[in-house]
Nanobody, 123 residues
C-alpha cells in the first residue's frame, strides 16, 4: 500500500527557515516525479514545487522561487523542501504527492497525497 508521510512543520517567525520531509513507502520512488503543494486557511490547494525522477529537473511557483529548494534522497525514499526567508503568506498545510511523468502544476494530476504538515509563520 502506498503511503506518504510529511513532517517538519512548525510555528516560526518571519525570516526563519524550515525543512519539510516526505517519506514514501509502497512505491518505486526513484523514477517518480514528486510535488509539494500547500493550502492556506479558506483557500484552495496550490502548487509549490516539483522535482522529476529520471532527469532530476526542478520547478517552483513564482511565489517561492529563490527562497525554497526541493531535493530528494532516493536511497531513503525521501523528498525534501527547504524553505528559507519565510513570510506569513507561506502559512498553510504542506502536502507531498506523486506526480505524473509530464510537467504539471495541477492538483488533479497528482496522486497518493500525504496527510500534510502545518507551517505557521508569524509576523
Amino acid at each position: 500500500q502506498v503511503q506518504l508521510v510529511e513532517s517538519g512543520g512548525g510555528l516560526v517567525q518571519a525570516g526563519a527557515s524550515l525543512q519539510l520531509s516526505c517519506v514514501v513507502s509502497g512505491y518505486n520512488f526513484g523514477p517518480a516525479a514528486m510535488g509539494w503543494f500547500r493550502q492556506a486557511p479558506g483557500k484552495e490547494r496550490e502548487f509549490v514545487s516539483r522535482i522529476t525522477g529520471r532527469t532530476t529537473r526542478f520547478y517552483y511557483a513564482d511565489s517561492v522561487k529563490g527562497r525554497f529548494n526541493v531535493s530528494r534522497d532516493n536511497a531513503k525514499n525521501t523528498l525534501y523542501l527547504q524553505m528559507n526567508s519565510l513570510t506569513p503568506e507561506d502559512t498553510g498545510v504542506y502536502y507531498c504527492a506523486i506526480g505524473p511523468d509530464f510537467y504539471s502544476t495541477r492538483v488533479g494530476d497528482y496522486e497518493h497525497w500525504g496527510q500534510g504538515t502545518q507551517v505557521t509563520v508569524s509576523s
